[in-house]
């Protein structure tokens, strides 16, 4: 083996080996998909899921409890997959909001990315439809404007924060919790953003490869 072609797999190595560390997801079950699916009646398309029952995978339901809705023909879509999460409970009387929790293994000091999509079911209720989140020293209010239950429309939340410690929880919660249908939550996302030294690294390796094919180029025209 040559070795201009031994340098391109150890910078390739190099690239998917940072890469993959940058993309690494933190959260379980961002896309609410795993856990068995337990509709309240006969060919519903909704399920109560109130504090202590562990049917959502990964996730931990406190307050009033929440709903997990599935895609429908008269009521969806979710952003990917068939379910979403409502953190409505049926619109509590007292306007209890549900709660919706995770923690996981972070490095204190370092930064890191939250994603996940907002949804309002329903022109009737509050426009826009709006969520607290909780995440280290973060605690936000975001919003979506509200959609048609039959054709929702997902808008994407970007956040970044900075771990303050080697455990971070996130919690998700409705503003107002009286409308049947709340903030519909799909695809959460945490990803650790990479330090400046691993940019450099990926950067410095992304010269070296292309330096390797430029020298390549020119010994094939020699040729």
């Known amino acids: 083996m040559t070795k201009p072609r031994i340098f391109t797999i150890i910078l390739t190595s190099l690239i998917f080996s940072f890469g993959s560390a940058a993309r690494s997801e933190l959260i379980v079950n961002g896309s609410f998909e ?12 909704y399920e109560t899921i109130l504090p202590g029952k562990t049917t959502l995978t990964g996730w931990v339901v406190g307050g009033a409890g929440i709903n997990r ?22 619109g509590d009387p007292n306007g ?8 996981f293994a972070t490095s204190m000091g370092s930064a890191y990315t939250l994603r996940f999509y907002l949804a309002g079911p329903g022109l009737f209720f509050a426009d826009p439809r709006e969520v607290r989140v909780q995440v280290a020293a973060l605690d936000v209010v975001l919003s979506q404007p509200a959609s048609q239950e039959s054709n929702l429309v997902w808008g994407e939340q970007v956040l970044q924060f900075t771990a303050v410690d080697t455990t971070t929880t996130l ?13 519909f939550l799909d695809d959460v996302s945490v990803t650790a953003v990479p330090e400046p030294a691993t940019i450099w690294m990926l950067g410095m390796a992304g010269i070296g490869l ?5 020298r390549r180029g020119r010994g094939r025209a020699a040729g």
């Open 171 to 183: 919690t998700f919660s409705t503003v107002d919790a009286s409308a049947y249908w709340g903030p």
């Open 69 to 90: 809705h599935i895609s429908t023909t008269g009521f969806g879509p979710a952003h990917s997959g068939d379910l979403m999460v409502d953190l409505n409970l049926n």
């Open 210 to 214: 292309a330096h390797v094919a430029r």
């Open 96 to 103: 209890q909001s549900g709660t919706l929790s995770q923690s």
């Open 34 to 45: 795993s856990g068995p699916f337990t509709p309240d009646f006969s060919g519903g398309d």
